[in-house]
């Protein structure tokens, strides 16, 4: 039995009697084929259940309808939420959206950004965790480009951020309104260009005299968040503030399995709001993140980039804070 073959432009070319170029401009849509060329190319394709390949389309007008995304983290929830929102703009415009992962590596992100764009039309970046002086040095090369959760003035190419020093601020507010003073501080990735504005914000309410800190190493996952649970009591903080929400999840549960009663013994307040937040127990007391409204905003700066027509200024969204049960007065 002889294997099946999907049917090539040259056998439809051959079949209706046309050129290559012929198939092609029917397959396209071109008007300037005799209609009764059009209808036999039509025929010899429907025959031959002829499906022209996206790619080669793609390639040979320019365009692939495709768009990039690189995140560093796939199974962060808030990364995985402005996937879904881009994705779903980007689908209502008849575009594809191809996503990459950067493992958190910083030096692999450099080349994980440069082929998934060599694939695609244009390249979206969220939270690149790449020094500032090389990504701006590298964003020519990337163009059209459209960053996302990172603040680089250096790169001309539109941006969509998030206040982060906000957020932290409100946070902290809504703490000392409980009368929490000592605060203990669950850092994210050292590359991380957002930590390190929750960083510097709260160096300036410690530097201004509203609170204690002490800054704990700690990563970005609940795993990491469950190893610090311990470290956080032993500062004598009575809260905690986690880089996000799943770093205080994993908070949560160390300190219950220490015997540490949240929020009665010690306040927890995350960062992102991502859906698991609300069905925790306590629930979280969190700072939300718009990923509905990222998404939605980086494609009309991808799609005006794609048509050439000036991108909507540079935009800075400020999370809302949400409080939940993981918050109480200081014992």
Request: aromatic share 4%; glycine share 8%.
């Amino acid at each position: 039995m002889g294997s099946w073959r999907p049917a090539t432009i040259n056998l439809v070319a051959a079949r209706a009697g046309v050129s290559r170029a012929t198939v092609s401009r029917v397959m396209n849509g071109k008007a300037s084929v005799a209609p009764e060329l059009a209808a036999r190319v039509q025929a010899a394709a429907a025959a031959l259940e002829y499906r022209p390949s996206i790619v080669a389309r793609g390639l040979a007008g320019g365009r692939t309808s495709t768009v990039a995304l690189v995140v560093p983290d796939l199974a962060n929830p808030l990364f995985q939420g402005i996937l879904r929102s881009l994705g779903q703009a980007a689908g209502r415009a008849s575009h594809r959206l191809l996503v990459a992962e950067s493992n958190e590596d910083a030096a692999a992100e450099i080349e994980v950004a440069r082929e998934a764009r060599r694939r695609c039309d244009a390249l979206v970046l969220c939270a690149p965790r790449m020094p500032a002086d090389v990504l701006a040095q590298l964003a020519p090369e990337l163009e059209p480009l459209v960053l996302l959760n990172r603040a680089v003035p250096e790169v001309r190419s539109p941006q969509v951020t998030v206040d982060y020093a906000a957020g932290i601020r409100d946070l902290v507010s809504h703490l000392e309104g409980l009368g929490h003073r000592r605060l203990a501080y669950l850092s994210g990735p050292a590359t991380s260009a957002s930590n390190a504005l929750r960083v510097h914000a709260l160096d300036e309410l410690v530097e201004a005299g509203r609170l204690e800190l002490d800054v704990l190493g700690c990563g970005p996952s609940f795993a990491d968040g469950h190893a610090a649970a311990g470290a956080a009591r032993e500062t004598g903080a009575t809260a905690v503030v986690a880089y996000n929400d799943l770093v205080a999840l994993g908070v949560l549960s160390g300190l219950h399995e220490l015997g540490v009663r949240v929020p009665e013994q010690m306040s927890v307040v995350g960062f992102d709001d991502i859906p698991f937040s609300g069905y925790a127990t306590p629930t979280l007391t969190t700072a939300s993140v718009p990923t509905d409204e990222i998404g939605e905003h980086a494609w009309l700066r991808v799609r005006s980039l794609l048509d050439g027509s000036p991108p909507p200024e540079d935009l800075r969204l400020r999370p809302r804070i949400v409080v939940r049960g993981s918050t109480a007065p200081a014992p």
